[in-house]
């Protein structure tokens, strides 16, 4: 079965960055939309951006513009996300998401549109 792990989290300081990884296993068909997704306290899950490994450009929520970069090592099966100029209001539980194999981003950062789902991994901005 599909399995994702994340891992990267910490404590950083305003301005700061971080790496997260999502190591994803159990997929038969290599081309799905995989996604960054965030919640913080009392708040809604968002999502972050997301990218399509068969091919294509990542898309971003507003919100990160210009401080996120997804990547993708498909050898290693690993989906990054690279945080850089870190602020406050970027401290949550973050979360990669995986779609249904040989579906494209049809749901954009919509949670609906994600089958599984990673244990999440803490990032805090002081």
């Known amino acids: 079965h599909v399995q994702l792990v994340e891992s990267g989290g910490g404590s950083v300081q305003a301005g700061g960055s971080l790496r997260l990884s999502c190591v994803v296993s159990?997929?038969?068909?290599?081309?799905?939309?995989m996604g960054w997704f965030r919640q913080a306290p009392g708040k809604e899950r968002e999502g972050v951006g997301a990218v399509y490994t068969g091919g294509g450009s990542s898309f971003y929520a507003d919100s990160v513009k210009g401080r996120f970069t997804i990547s993708q090592d498909n050898a290693k099966n690993t989906l990054y996300l690279q945080m850089n100029g870190l602020e406050p209001e970027d401290t949550a539980t973050y979360y990669c998401?995986?779609?249904?194999?040989?579906?494209?981003?049809?749901?954009?950062?919509?949670?609906?549109?994600?089958?599984?789902w990673g244990q999440g991994t803490q990032v805090t901005v002081s």
């Open positions: 998401a995986a779609g249904r194999p040989g579906y494209g981003c049809y749901a954009g950062l919509q949670t609906w549109g994600y089958r599984y």
């Open positions: 159990g997929y038969t068909d290599n081309t799905y939309c």
